[in-house]
């Protein structure tokens, strides 16, 4: 499975932007990207995923370039409340093989 | 969206006895399930795959016969700690990814932190 890099941590003030990115060098061409959010005490929850290009939901973007070596997840105008642990994850579609989690970026929204 | 139910969400126990962890997919059917432990400050770490109708799958370094792993029925998958002592205490989570629709997505219960004395 393909090995994710990610910033340990990540400060940001209410309202601004904030846009995480992760490396993934050896993903395989049957990976998604998938990115999940995650509060303490509490399972992760998905995000967002995508396979490339740009994928947009109701809480986040999902920037994929070409070489699909990299993504970067787009928060807009975060809030005090996504302070949290975002992991991104590479894994195949479906089927039984599990994600494994990298190390995750600890998000801190400051007032 | 899919729900995945994870019961129960706290746990103390002590030394020597045994805990069991349900983990329900309340809308979905799921032959696979995965189990996660998680300590403080730190990732998920993938200890098993739970496999319906057959054993599990352990990973590496994670003993099968402390954590028994039953999965019966494709919506019910069971973790038994046995045996629990205070370095088996830790956040455990489990996820499942539906047969059908929505299959590119795990979805993870709220998880049980489970405290041994």
């Known amino acids: 499975l393909a090995k994710t890099t990610q910033p340990i941590s990540m400060d940001s003030y209410e309202g601004q932007e904030v846009n995480i990115t992760c490396s993934h060098n050896?993903?395989?061409?049957?990976?998604?990207i998938t990115w999940y959010q995650q509060f303490p005490s509490q399972g992760p929850r998905f995000i967002i995923q995508g396979y490339k290009t740009k994928v947009t939901n109701e809480v986040a973007s999902l920037f994929i370039p070409a070489d699909r070596k990299s993504s970067t997840l787009s928060l807009p105008r975060v809030s005090l409340s996504d302070t949290a642990v975002y992991y991104c994850?590479?894994?195949?579609?479906?089927?039984?093989?599990?994600?494994?989690f990298g190390k995750g970026t600890r998000l801190s929204v400051i007032a | 969206g899919a729900v995945v139910s994870q019961h129960p969400s706290r746990v103390i126990c002590k030394s020597g006895t045994s805990v069991k962890i349900e983990c329900r997919s309340l809308?979905?059917?799921?032959?696979?399930m995965f189990w996660y432990r998680q300590f403080p400050k730190q990732s998920l770490m993938l200890m098993a795959t739970?496999?319906?109708?057959?054993?599990?799958?352990?990973e590496q370094g994670v003993e099968k016969d402390k954590f028994l792993i039953n999965h019966a029925s494709l919506t019910l998958s069971t973790l038994t700690v046995t045996s629990a002592h205070p370095e088996d205490s830790s956040f455990y989570i489990c996820?499942?990814?539906?047969?059908?629709?929505?299959?590119?997505?795990?979805?993870f219960g709220s998880g049980t932190q489970l405290s041994v004395l």
């Open positions: 809308d979905f059917q799921a032959t696979t």
């Open positions: 739970s496999n319906e109708g057959s054993k599990a799958t352990y």
């Open positions: 996820s499942a990814r539906p047969l059908t629709g929505g299959g590119e997505k795990l979805f």
């Open positions: 994850l590479v894994g195949p579609y479906s089927g039984n093989t599990p994600l494994v």
């Open positions: 050896n993903i395989a061409t049957n990976d998604y």
